[in-house]
């Protein structure tokens, strides 16, 4: 053991300090990056209920836009019927809005916070499936996870996860002919996958709406904690000598 008088208080007093700032760097990073993670929740909810209720459904899909940009849309699924897009909100507490209106807001206690209509947002995505030219029926859904209550009626074209059974009911009976079978392989031909077409998405996004700073401080917080624990254990291993 060093008899350095600067390295034992560094020891006895400075290390454990920075012993505590990983896990806080994990919380924090934790809670930025809450709302995002609740998403994907509500996502992989919605999209276990279509899979009972459609045969093929894919999730987290990007499309071309027909706009000469790109699209992603949370679910969509092969019915009878035909094409079924499918918009996922994850939010609690009362939500308002009505069908025609811009924004919507979301009511938690005192608080209002306003979103785009998700209506609006899934006509766009409607329209980027429909830009195909696959030559069937595009149906269009939003769902709001069980959180989620309806100050008002809720509007034609939205449904909770505990109605999505009924409410897709028509879309549901029969079988899938040999046209929307090929449609759907069409549909398929056109995802764009991997990282670029999501990274392009991103960027696209990021240019309309600007950077989603909570997000990437969130993830620079608990890469930085996992960087600072990894600094720390190599220098307690490397005291002991292994």
């Given amino acids: 053991m060093s008899s350095d008088p600067s390295a034992l208080v560094f020891q006895a007093l400075v290390l ?3 012993w505590c700032l990983p896990p806080l760097l994990v919380l924090l990073g934790a809670r930025l990056l809450l709302p995002r993670w609740r998403g994907w929740q509500g996502e992989r909810m919605v999209g276990r209920r279509l899979e009972a209720l459609f045969p093929e459904v894919l999730h987290g899909v990007v499309l071309p836009d027909g706009r000469g940009g790109l699209t992603q849309i ?3 699924a092969l019915t009878p019927r035909g094409l079924l897009v ?10 308002q809005g009505a069908a025609e209106a811009t924004h919507w807001v979301q009511l938690i206690g005192r608080r209002r916070y306003p979103f785009v209509n998700p209506l609006h947002q899934n006509r766009r995505h409607v329209r980027a499936v429909e830009a195909l030219g696959l030559g069937q029926p595009v149906h269009a859904r939003v769902v709001f996870t069980d959180g989620a209550r309806f100050v008002d009626a809720v509007p034609a074209g939205v449904s909770r996860c505990a109605t999505l059974a009924r409410d897709l009911g028509s879309l549901r009976g029969g079988r899938v002919g040999r046209a929307k079978l090929a449609a759907w392989t069409r549909l398929r031909g056109q995802v764009r996958r991997g990282w670029l077409a999501r990274w392009r998405h991103r960027r696209q996004v990021e240019r309309r709406h600007g950077r989603d700073d909570r997000t990437r401080l969130g993830k620079a917080l608990l890469g930085a904690a996992g960087a600072l624990a990894g600094l720390l254990w190599w220098r307690v291993w490397g005291s002991v000598g292994l």
């Fill in 16 to 18: 454990p300090l920075l």
């Fill in 74 to 76: 949370d679910h969509l």
């Fill in 86 to 95: 499918v918009e996922t909100k994850h939010y609690r507490g009362a939500i």
